[in-house]
């Protein structure tokens, strides 16, 4: 079976220092991995992607994360953090088979001034 | 990718009344749509799989003759809520899955509020 889990439900960081966001995931298969950002109310914008190829993925925004197959973890990262990055965050893994996808519960980012 | 639209953005309705929520894929057909909820600062649950000319999938615990969905063409989805109630106050995103990338385009939501 498939999962996903974040390991924070919030995190707060102060602006310009460096922020992480957690997520480890469990798969039968090759994943592939994702990380969402939702602003309140607003609808879903995708911050990067993992489909089998580099295990460093770049996403926009500044933010980036790593493949580790060892640790089965797919954590978020940004050098600098900023005010605007205040929202919650969603790790995804997408079982292939069926196009369906799984979410983690998320985690509110805060950035203190 | 893709471009994925969702009407009406905001709805507030009645209890007892049915509210339909629309979800196209601008750019390219799908003959695959899934529809979302999602509760107040919590993650997005699947409600079910929407699929062009045969019947919607749904997830364990999900009422279909609640939430009826239709594929009624390959850019075109719609979720229906019956007989709404307050406790069918959500968030509803609709996504069309992305061809042969493993990822799954959005749409921006509706808010659905049941009075």
């Known amino acids: 079976a498939q999962s996903v889990t974040q390991l924070d439900s919030h995190v707060s960081v102060s602006e310009g220092t460096p922020v992480l966001l957690r997520c480890n995931y469990s798969s039968s298969y090759s994943p592939s991995l994702f990380w969402y950002v939702q602003h309140p109310n607003k609808g879903l914008q995708l911050l990067l992607k993992y489909t089998s190829a580099a295990t460093l993925v770049k996403g926009i925004n500044g933010f980036e994360a790593e493949f580790k197959k060892s640790e089965t973890s797919f954590h978020l990262t940004k050098p600098s953090a900023h005010m605007s990055d205040a929202a919650e965050y969603f790790c995804v893994v997408s079982v292939n088979r069926d196009d369906k996808i799984i979410f983690g519960k998320g985690t509110r980012l805060h950035i203190l001034p | 990718g893709a471009v994925v639209s969702q009407h009406p953005s905001r709805v507030i309705c009645k209890s007892g009344t049915s509210v339909k929520i629309e979800c196209r894929s601008l750019d390219f057909q799908a003959t695959t749509m899934f529809w979302y909820r999602q509760f107040p600062k919590k993650s997005l649950m699947l409600m079910a799989t929407s699929n062009e000319g045969s019947k919607a999938t749904y997830e364990q615990g999900v009422e279909k003759d609640k939430f009826l969905i239709n594929h009624a063409s390959l850019t075109l989805s719609t979720l229906t809520v019956t007989s709404a109630h307050p406790e069918d106050s959500s968030f509803y995103i609709c996504?069309?899955?992305?061809?042969?990338?493993?990822?799954?385009?959005f749409g921006p939501g509706t808010r659905l509020t049941v009075t």
């Open positions: 996504s069309v899955p992305g061809r042969g990338s493993y990822e799954q385009y």
